[in-house]
Structure formats: C-alpha cells, structure tokens
C-alpha cells in the first residue's frame, strides 16, 4: 500500500501563487508515474499534470500549460505543484495521485483518473477574484 498525503492548499487572490506538496509513505517506488487531478463543485475531475518516475517527462492540461509546473524530489518521496498566476477557474479541490503500473518512457503518462491506482486525501485552493 502507498499513503499519499497532500498540503499547501489555501485561499489566495487570483494573480497569486501556491505551492502544493504530496508526500507519499509506505511501498513507494521510484517507478511510478505521479499526477494530479483537481475536482471542481458539481464538475467532474479533471486532470492537470502528471510527471514520470525520473522527473524527465511531464504532461500538462492545456488549462494550465504555462502557469503550472510539476516536480518531484523522490530522495524525499514527494511531489509538488507551483501554481502561478491563478484563477478563479482554479478553485478546486486538488488530488494527487500515483500509477504503480506505469511503464516507462516508451509509455505515455497516465492523464485518465482509471490510470491511477493510489489517491491522497485532496487539499482546497481557493482564488477569489
């Protein structure tokens, strides 16, 4: 089992930045592939970024190409994400997720939410306007 645990959500103007960490704990591995998805009232989830097992390869929705950038330090068994210039469209509920069935760089990274096997509990970010 992998434990998954999100923070740094809050409330923050729109044009401000967050920064959002998911610290994962118990089997871990390094050849996972990570993401994040984020979930709207009333929408459906969506997916934002994913991020291969090396850090090398990353994947953006087009909603947040340019303002958002995906990381990971897996030495410290963690994944981020640095939302900037934020808008009020952003207001969600924001999850991270790993994919222990990931292949590799011959692969695509997983952006279908049925890709990810492991989920963290979400964090709030709000924009007010």
């Known amino acids: 089992q992998v434990q998954l645990v999100e923070s740094g959500g809050g409330l923050v103007q729109a044009g401000g930045s967050l920064r959002l960490s998911c610290a994962a704990s118990g089997r871990t591995s390094r050849t996972y592939a990570m993401g994040w998805f984020r979930q709207a009232p009333g929408k459906e989830s969506d997916f934002v970024a994913a991020?291969?097992?090396?850090?090398?390869?990353?994947d953006y929705a087009d909603s947040v190409k340019g303002r958002f950038t995906i990381s990971r330090d897996n030495a410290k068994n963690t994944m981020y994400l640095q939302m900037n210039s934020l808008k009020p469209e952003d207001t969600a509920v924001y999850y991270c997720?790993?994919?222990?069935?990931?292949?590799?760089?011959?692969?695509?990274?997983?952006?279908?939410?049925?890709?990810?096997?492991?989920w963290g509990q979400g964090t709030q970010v709000t924009v007010s306007s």
């Open positions: 991020i291969s097992w090396s850090g090398g390869r990353t």
């Open positions: 997720g790993a994919d222990s069935d990931y292949r590799g760089a011959a692969y695509p990274l997983p952006t279908l939410r049925s890709k990810y096997d492991y």
